[in-house]
């Protein structure tokens, strides 16, 4: 193997400020983002709405520039981390006869 494939950079994790500025932009578009059609006309405003929500919150202070790559990625493992522990709990409520959760974290 001559050229070995370099690896990718690696951006900073997103803080705190950063993750909850990314769930209220995302909410104040949520009718576009979440939209199921899938045609050329949507999937054309899902991307140009990405591209303002990444303006927006590029354009706040204090906040890592990040790619609508980069926010379209992490909006998406936020949703399936949230969509995970539903599930635990829900299996644990089912386990418990509908009493009380024992999950911890």
Avoid at 52 to 62: C, D, L, Q, R
Avoid at 74 to 80: D, E, G, R
Wanted: proline share 1%; hydrophobic share 30%; charged share 35%.
């Amino acid at each position: 193997m001559e050229a070995a494939k370099a690896k990718r950079a690696r951006s900073t994790n997103f803080s705190t400020i950063e993750k909850s500025l990314l769930v209220e932009l995302v909410t104040k578009y949520k009718e576009i983002i979440e939209c199921k059609k899938t045609d050329g006309l949507n999937i054309k405003e899902k991307d140009d709405t990405w591209e303002v929500i990444t303006s927006e919150f590029n354009s706040t202070a204090h906040i890592t520039p990040r790619s609508s790559k980069q926010l379209k990625q992490f909006y998406k493992n936020l949703k399936k981390s949230a969509k995970k522990a539903k599930s635990e709990e829900r299996l644990e409520r089912f386990k418990t006869g509908g009493g009380q959760c024992t999950i911890t974290k």
